[in-house]
């Protein structure tokens, strides 16, 4: 699909964290976005972006992958690999994205 692929071309500030996301199909149904070194998904791909669900945050000082509510949120969570970070995003998709996402499901790229 042309504008999957366009929504999960590399994305900067979270090393390895797109790849991570776009293999899990709950998250693939979103639209990934990166602001101020964190890793965020929104259910349209226009701004103002949906309310956040989660944010994962650069691993950067302690190596850990920080995950908030909102990009500068409290911290929720800190884990050691992007695995971890991503399965916690999946656990927090809200019921009526999932819903939603599920009445539009994405094909495999």
């Known amino acids: 699909m042309a504008t999957e692929g366009c929504r999960w071309r590399r994305l900067a500030g979270v090393p390895g964290a ?8 709950k ?7 990166t602001g101020y070194w964190a890793l965020g ?6 701004g103002p972006f949906s309310p956040s669900f989660v944010s994962i945050d650069s691993p950067l000082g302690t190596g850990d992958y920080t995950i908030r509510e909102w990009w500068n949120g409290p911290a ?11 399965a916690i995003a999946v656990d927090r998709i809200p019921a009526d994205l999932l819903q939603t996402s599920s009445e539009n499901p994405v094909r495999d790229s």
């Open 76 to 86: 929720l969570h800190q884990v050691a690999t992007v695995a971890e970070a991503i």
């Open 18 to 25: 797109h790849r991570a996301a776009h293999a899990e199909p």
């Open 41 to 46: 998904f929104a259910h349209t791909p226009d």
């Open 27 to 33: 998250l693939r149904r979103l639209y990934p976005y």
